[in-house]
């Protein structure tokens, strides 16, 4: 701790700060531009100019930049000096010559950065009179809209896009007034975090293309705490609606989770809420053909339903803790599937159950950021869980850091930090079938068959703990690689041990845990984890179920009345054939979902479900952190929240007294109650009576525009605006708003004079902190009270692999856009997903004829010298919807069959 | 008793004065054109519609009756719908200040009554005039940096050509 003294007012600080951090901790309104709390300080928009004095006696003080300069014991500044106002007026001013006159067309006005800066220095007019530079712009895809005339050269967009998250195709080109911040020509943004140019881009020269088709102003949407369904991660986001719709999904700041950033596919998957491919009607197929239905008709068929034999459940990886808690109270335990086929069922248990017994740490993105060797084993975690991948690219920063902390460099300058840590770099250490979008911050690749990755991870712990099982009739290259990663990790203070079940294999994980296990016995504090494939997964494994394969066997010996399928597309899980012979042999088929999937024409009643975006629920993160989402949209129509339907069954065939729920807050206590595993998910987040300083938090912003006008086309009277079900949030601008309210509650970000997301720092501790009123989750899974000996280690190894004459093992690929499910059905993700090919090693041909599940495929092929012999890769559940795990195909080119 | 022939007397004065109403409708009263009557749209001297949706006169309308969505065409930005409910407008004009394009303007008409309620609402079609209104030769996109058809980077009024990035000279 220090203490400085700003304008005469002594505040402490901690230690290793620069002034500008002490300054905005201290709640001193300071304007910067190129300062950002992950991408530290570089100095070059010189806006925070401060004064600083040598001491008490100095009277004339010097100019500094607060980001540059630290925070030393005593040290003496002043931000309301006249001369330091002057000077950063006059440097707004000059970054304000060539700005151009827009913001009634910008995407950003109304929270922009450079808005809130301009204002707070004071400009107001424009005293020069030349002509503007001005710039052409460039397509950049789909997600970003580019507009350079609006840029004052911060550098921010390079510093992310290049130096934090690897990006390669963005750079800043020219010099002095000609900046230009762009691709070497227009085409798509590469990188997969390119959304976040949006967020870091302080001013409008990046902004939200899809936002734009249907743009609000910030003040004018109604926004509301979520949780990203995308992939496992569990990055917290803030949602907005306006009129019904979901415009768009930005970051929400968790400082153990996501902290500043999203990828792509979590801040454009939204777009299914809006799609066409929405359920909003109540359907019962009457003589082949769905007809709409009252709700009423549809609980009470539903009874007539449920006596002709037993009901199944089949719940979802996908859908809330609640929808597969109250199907699991409907149906009964035995009655009750994880909607996971095997080998994802068997896998996600298997992982659930690892993550429980491991001695090791399950990290948070946040951990992993601060680990220091890094063993990506059999997953390409940047596909599968894109956020992860950023985090684990940050993990290799680690020995620069160090590095510049010998030369006590601090750790916010930026430049510096990197320009001396080019040559201390820590260990990543990717072991795949094929080169991942990781490789080029990794010192060591290895490409392999699923089988002998696990071989390797087995031997490297062995090589770890001579207690481990040995790996018999390793390659001579193979036990040099194994002894690399041994070593480097073993020379690590925190490494870090990443699976998961994208290759459908269960060694691989078991070897993992095993590696993880093995530092642990050497007294390393090592971290484990693993990628799960849905957001719900690790929920949906801890609170466990049948797999659709039992259910199958289930159907097939008759023991199957009414199936019930919650928000789970089986046509992803099981091959057509088997949908095909499960439907066929259960006598009636519910179906409750938010979208269309394959399964809508066979189903009898079709109730439509409330997505994310319009109810509230919890989900379980990868590492076992349950998170709370809220509604931030009103559910049109007859649409309810899937669980909601599921009391409503559970009432018309008179199970109503176990499952008599109200509100979100009786099936969070009920879940409580019942399954000790989740006794905690009430703390994920406050209840719904929770009120901030004796009033709701407001969900709308105090200057939401058009209340009285916004449907006077449908009727002139004012109506007034229902309660949200679920949810702790005001509907309305009425409520209370405060800095201090809890993180899971936040429905947008605001302070006095801070319009813009960099308002942030208002409402953290600390900057880069914890949020002021706390609640970031709450972990169910924690390895402190697990018991290891060495009687755990998996012995299940792996043969080696072995390839086969016409066959090739066809290995599921993970996209980044196109693999997941509900973002597959946003346009946006759907315009930037490439099409689907086959990836193959050598000189080939190039379209192949796969045979899957009996049907001939005809499918053109990708060179990819990275994938061994053998081996090839085909993304999941792109054009082969069941696909999800590795099979064995026979191979015919397309012109042999000619 | 002073009191009472004094009413009368200024009473009967009142018979030779000049009649202070008027026999509206038939005859109306002049209102200057900064009258805040009526709210209408107007268009830039090309014709095309001056409003860009900015939403900034449904921020500043302090009973919140103006409501509008952002639409894009050609780098345009013009409002997909823009409603006015009449029925809550209190004629501030807070709209007209606040519109940077001088888009929305209110006008000297205030014959707006209607027996329906709900005929108060007018949508852009009830709003777009087809002039310039107040100010003849504004049009919001010569004064700022976006291309539009007819309008390309570095046409604007005090602008420069755009920058070349591939040239080699600083």
């Given amino acids: 701790m220090a203490t400085i003294h700003i304008d005469g007012e002594p505040h402490e600080t901690r230690d290793g700060e620069n002034l500008l951090q002490a300054v905005l901790e201290a709640g001193v309104d300071l304007p910067y531009f190129c300062w950002h709390p992950e991408l530290g300080s570089v100095g070059a928009c010189r806006q925070c100019a401060v004064k600083q004095f040598n001491g008490p006696d100095d009277k004339r003080g010097r100019i500094v930049m607060a980001c540059m300069t630290p925070a030393t014991e005593g040290a003496i500044i002043s931000v309301s000096d006249p001369e330091a106002k002057e000077f950063r007026g006059e440097v707004v001013e000059w970054l304000m010559t060539n700005h151009p006159h827009d913001c009634p067309v910008c995407e950003e006005g109304g929270e922009c950065h450079l808005q809130d800066m301009t204002v707070m220095t004071g400009h107001r007019a424009r005293r020069y009179r030349f002509e503007k530079r001005t710039h052409r712009n460039q397509d950049l895809g789909p997600f970003v809209k580019h507009e350079m005339n609006r840029c004052i050269s911060c550098y921010r967009c390079v510093r992310f896009y290049r130096d934090y998250a690897g990006g390669q195709d963005l750079a800043a080109f020219a010099s002095h007034n000609n900046m230009y911040f762009g691709r070497a020509e227009s085409g798509t943004l590469e990188s997969p975090f390119a959304g976040n140019l949006i967020e870091v881009c302080p001013t409008g020269v990046f902004t939200d293309k899809q936002f734009s088709k249907t743009y609000s102003r910030k003040w004018d949407m109604r926004g509301a705490p979520s949780v990203c369904a995308h992939c496992s991660v569990g990055c917290n986001t803030i949602v907005n609606e306006r009129a019904g719709t979901v415009r768009r999904t930005i970051n929400r700041y968790n400082d153990e989770v996501n902290r500043y950033f999203l990828c792509d596919r979590g801040r454009y998957g939204h777009g299914y809420a809006n799609a066409d491919t929405r359920i909003r009607v109540v359907g019962q197929l009457i003589d082949g053909v769905h007809h709409q239905v009252p709700s009423q008709a549809a609980i009470s068929h539903f009874a007539t339903f449920a006596e002709d034999g037993p009901v199944i459940g089949i719940g979802s990886a996908r859908a809330s803790l609640e929808t597969n808690y109250a199907l699991r109270s409907l149906v009964g335990a035995a009655q009750f599937s994880t909607g996971l086929a095997e080998p994802a069922h068997g896998l996600t248990l298997l992982a659930a159950d690892i993550l429980r017994t491991t001695p090791a740490h399950t990290p948070s993105l946040h951990d992993v950021e601060q680990c220091d060797a890094v063993f990506m084993l059999g997953e390409d975690a940047l596909s599968t869980a894109p956020r992860l991948g950023l985090s684990m690219r940050q993990a290799t920063r680690h020995a620069s850091f160090l590095n510049a902390d010998r030369n006590r460099i601090p750790r916010w300058m930026d430049a510096s930090v990197r320009m001396m840590g080019q040559d201390f770099i820590s260990p990543l250490m990717i072991a795949t079938p094929a080169a991942t979008g990781l490789d080029d911050c990794a010192v060591l690749t290895q490409h392999a068959a699923p089988d002998d990755l696990a071989r390797l991870g087995f031997a490297v712990a062995h090589l770890i703990d001579e207690a481990a099982p040995a790996v018999p009739g390793l390659t001579e290259a193979e036990s040099t690689v194994a002894g690399r990663i041994a070593e480097a990790l073993l020379a690590a203070d925190k490494p870090l041990v990443v699976s998961g079940t994208q290759l459908g294999s269960a060694a691989l994980m078991q070897a993992a845990a095993s590696i993880a296990a093995a530092l642990m016995v050497r007294g390393k504090p090592a971290a484990l984890s693993l990628v799960l494939p849905d957001a719900n997964s690790m929920g949906v494994a801890l ?173 002139v009277r004012d109506q007034p605006v229902p309660p949200m079900p679920d949810s702790p949030l005001s509907p309305t601008m009425e409520g209370t708003y405060s800095t201090s309210m809890p993180g899971a509650l936040v429905p947008y970000y605001h302070a006095p004079g801070w319009n813009s997301e960099q308002s942030l720092n208002r409402f953290q501790q600390e900057i880069g902190g914890p949020m002021r009123g706390g609640y970031p989750g709450v972990r169910l899974v924690d390895a402190a009270e697990a018991v290891w000996s060495s009687a755990h280690y998996s012995t299940d190894l792996p043969e080696t692999f072995a390839p086969r004459d016409g066959s090739i093992l066809l290995l599921p690929e993970s996209r980044i856009f196109g693999s997941e499910e509900l973002s597959a059905l946003a346009p946006a993700i759907a315009e930037r997903a490439e099409p689907a090919v086959v990836r193959m090693a050598g000189d080939g041909p190039s379209e192949v004829t796969l045979t899957l599940d009996g049907i001939r495929h005809r499918l053109p092929v990708l060179r990819d010298d990275s994938l061994p012999p053998g081996l090839a890769f085909y993304p999941a559940h792109m054009t082969l919807r069941a696909f999800a795990a590795p099979v064995w195909v026979s191979l015919e080119t397309a012109e042999a069959l000619a | 008793m002073i009191g009472i022939i004094r009413t009368l007397w200024l009473t009967f004065l009142h018979l030779f004065h000049k009649n202070d109403t008027v026999p509206y409708p038939e005859t109306k009263p002049y209102l200057s054109p900064r009258y805040r009557g009526r709210i209408i749209l107007s268009r830039d001297p090309n014709g095309e519609e001056r409003c860009v949706a900015c939403n900034l006169c449904a921020a500043a309308c302090p009973v919140d009756c103006i409501s509008l969505q952002k639409g894009e065409k050609d780098g345009r930005w013009y409002p997909e719908f823009f409603q006015i409910n009449f029925s809550r407008c209190i004629f501030c004009g807070f709209c007209e200040e606040a519109c940077p394009t001088y888009a929305i303007q209110l006008t000297p008409d205030f014959e707006m009554s209607e027996y329906v309620r709900q005929n108060l609402v007018y949508e852009k079609q009830d709003l777009l005039i087809s002039g310039t209104g107040k100010y003849p030769d504004y049009s919001f996109y010569n004064v700022s940096g976006l291309a539009i058809p007819g309008k390309d980077k570095g046409e604007a009024e005090r602008e420069a050509a755009p920058i070349d990035i591939h040239a080699l000279l600083p």
């Fill in chain 1, 543 to 715: 609170m466990g179920g049948l797999s659709l394969d039992a259910v199958c066997d289930m159907a097939r010996d008759g023991k199957v009345g009414t199936l019930i399928v919650a928000e789970a597309d089986l046509t992803r899980q099981l091959a057509p054939e088997r949908v095909e012979a499960l439907l066929g042999q259960v006598r009636h088929f519910v179906l409750i979902d938010h979208s269309e999937s394959p399964l809508i024409e066979r189903a009898e009643l079709v109730l439509p479900a409330a997505p994310i975006t319009h109810s509230g629920g919890t989900m379980v993160n990868m590492e076992g952190r349950a998170q709370r989402f809220l509604p931030v949209a009103f559910p049109e129509g007859p649409v309810e929240v899937s669980w909601r339907w599921l009391r409503d069954f559970a009432e018309s065939i008179g199970q109503d007294d176990r499952m008599a729920w109200q509100t979100l807050d009786d099936v969070v206590a009920a879940i409580a109650r019942e399954l000790t595993v989740f006794a905690r998910i009430g703390e994920a987040a406050p209840s719904e009576q929770y009120m901030l300083e004796s009033g709701h938090i407001r969900s709308q912003t105090a200057r939401v525009s058009g209340r009285t006008a916004i449907r006077s086309h449908i009727s």
